[in-house]
């Protein structure tokens, strides 16, 4: 059903912990699969930047690469346990399409935890 719901917005995407370990990923091209992986990788550093500098968490980053595709990543906290969360990542072609693809991501998520 997942992978069905982001083949209707063109996107793909990756769920994965706060650590950035991969809990699901939605492609199966090794290519887009690295790509998700630095992502969130890089988001999981911004993030635990940010708390070491006592700025806060990091809850949403919006990108558009400069071949006009977009990312949308989120952290979707645990209501009960705030240091426990996952990280969506999502890339699709076109912004509205890939911000209904996080959307549905973050809800398989908060399903998750």
Partial sequence: MLE???KVT???GQIS???GEEILCTTSDTEETNELNQLTNAFVEADTLAASLKLGSVQQVINCTKDKSYTVQSKVEDPRDKNNALVTTVMGKN???TLVGDGILKQTA????
């Fill in 4 to 6: 069905e719901d982001l």
């Fill in 95 to 97: 912004l509205d399409n």
């Fill in 10 to 12: 063109e996107t793909v």
């Fill in 110 to 113: 908060q399903n998750i935890l």
């Fill in 17 to 19: 912990t706060g650590y």
